[in-house]
Nanobody, 126 residues
């Protein structure tokens, strides 16, 4: 059974940086589209960023474009989210997601084809 585990969350000051990691276990290679979503208190889960199975295609929400960078290391079955110039509005639980099918370019809205991590808290405050 495939599991995703996030790490790297914590407390950062406005303008600061954090790097999230998400490692997948239970599969033999990393050729899967993956991404990040976030959920702020009292709000729904929103898309943050995604990356294709080979890392060639990336997408970002307009609210994070230019500040966040997604990348992946298929050999390590890991996806990263470098978050710079953090703002208080970035405070949320960040969830890692992965397509269940290999060699896909984009994540899917089909919940049956998506695996989720347990989430990691990011708090931006002075």
């Amino acid at each position: 059974q495939v599991e995703l585990r996030e790490s790297g969350g914590g407390l950062a000051q406005p303008g600061g940086s954090l790097r999230l990691s998400c490692s997948a276990s239970g599969r033999t290679h990393g050729n899967y589209a993956m991404g990040w979503f976030r959920q702020a208190p009292g709000k729904g889960r929103d898309f943050v960023s995604s990356i294709s199975y080979n890392g060639d295609i990336t997408n970002y929400a307009s609210s994070v474009k230019g500040r966040f960078t997604i990348s992946k290391d298929n050999a390590k079955n890991t996806v990263y989210l470098q978050m710079d110039n953090l703002k208080p509005d970035d405070t949320a639980i960040y969830y890692c997601a992965s397509h269940t099918r290999a060699y896909e370019t984009f994540l899917t809205r089909d919940p049956n084809l998506t695996i989720w991590g347990q989430g990691t808290q990011v708090t931006v405050s002075s």
